[in-house]
């Protein structure tokens, strides 16, 4: 078999602490704003589960390892780990189904924004106002391609396990078989990548407006957000 090489999907989240007055928002800018760290907040809670997704990847990585190692002949070693594996992609679905709805929830108050913007005064700010916007409903149909690409991997996955489970002393699996499918995997994990690539170029430019309105808006914040490096070391490749 071929192994295959995966890169854990990164999701960019800007954390920020506010530092506001405790005046009761009634600017458009402040309604605007409200929504915007209410959608931020939605996504922060799914972290947690990204990173159990990152690690059931990894686990997943070890089972098929051993499946290899395993050699052609001990086929009820093979059946047993590509049962395991299977059981493992389950959970993934189950946690992507998950992240879906989370990103659903975000972008439901996301969206209140709209009717906010054409009422913010100062043109400059409402200009950015309005491209953020626009930034942020690619970035959400981005989440989505990503999303449907994902789950067509882990569903080309699951194919090739369930064919190691049901070869049998009579009737092997043919080795170019084995072959074309670990191929549509790879071919599969290459569309996650590119959609993963565009999904975060769509965050940190979605960020980088965020960050201009604020100024425009006189709404006082402070950051604190990683570097992409250090995304990338905490979650692995």
Known sequence: MLFRIRKTIIFFNLFILIVLSACKHTTAEEEIYTYLEEAVRIESEFIGQQNKITNLEAEEQKIYKQIIDSGTDNKDEIKKLAKEAIGNIN?????????????????????????????????????????????????????????KTYIVSLELETELYEMLQKQDLKQDLKQEDLTKQINKINKGYEKVLDANEKFNTYTIKYNELKREFYTLANIDVTYEEPTIDEEIDKKGN
């Open 91 to 147: 959970k993934r679905s189950e946690l992507i189904d998950m992240e879906k709805e989370n990103m659903e929830s975000s972008k439901e108050v996301f969206q209140k924004t709209e009717d906010y913007i054409e009422k913010i005064k100062d043109q400059d700010a409402r200009r950015i106002a309005g491209k953020l916007y626009n930034k942020m409903e690619k970035r959400y149909l981005s989440y989505n391609e990503l999303n």
